[in-house]
């Protein structure tokens, strides 16, 4: 229901857009991360905190804060709204849980890395990451990443994780090369 609902709200608000971006900006929309997000808006851990009984508090505190918990928990209730409510009750309060994501996929970069990919495609050029450091103990790391093209570093990134630094490094790989910011029209 999630997908769809989006995917339909993408397509009445971008007409313009092709199918790719509207393809990028709906797997970002409806993405673990933003999941998580929509369900910490909507304050859903509070009602899993409520109805939980035999689950030691503190276990049940870590999988309260646990993004996929969280993100399969927004999931969950969708589906229980769409079942006791059908679709047409559902869509418009999916997607209005979601605009802010939508708007903020609609403007920017919503996967640095495979613009980055397929802008290179073109000129039949790949991109390679490389690990520079990881700092911080193995509870806490740091990841710095490079974004290499024909042996050059156009980009370094840092994250919490591999992926977040690649985003980044891939992100400055793009502004270096100077491609477009890959926003879709309203």
């Known amino acids: 229901m999630l997908e769809l609902a989006i995917a339909r709200a993408l397509y009445d608000r971008f007409p313009d857009a092709s199918e790719g971006r509207l393809a ?91 613009e980055l990919q397929e802008a290179l495609a073109r ?18 790391r740091r990841f710095v990443c490079a974004a290499v093209i024909d042996g050059e570093q156009l980009g370094v990134g840092r994250g919490t994780t591999k992926k977040a630094a690649e985003q980044e490094a891939a992100q400055q790989a793009l502004e270096a090369l100077g491609f477009g910011d890959g926003a879709v029209e309203a």
């Open 24 to 114: 990028k900006i709906r797997a970002h929309v409806v993405s673990r991360h933003s999941c998580a997000g929509v369900a910490r808006e909507l304050d859903l851990a509070r009602y899993l905190l409520d109805q939980a009984q035999d689950v030691p508090e503190p276990e049940l505190k870590r999988i309260s804060l646990s993004r996929n918990v969280l993100a399969a928990l927004l999931e969950a209730a969708i589906a229980a709204v769409y079942l006791e409510h059908g679709f047409e009750r559902v869509e418009a309060a999916i997607v209005d849980a979601f605009a802010d994501r939508i708007e903020f996929a609609r403007t920017g970069h919503v996967d640095n890395k495979t």
């Open 123 to 140: 000129s039949g050029t790949q991109v390679q990451y490389a690990v520079l450091d990881v700092e911080g103990p193995p509870h806490d």
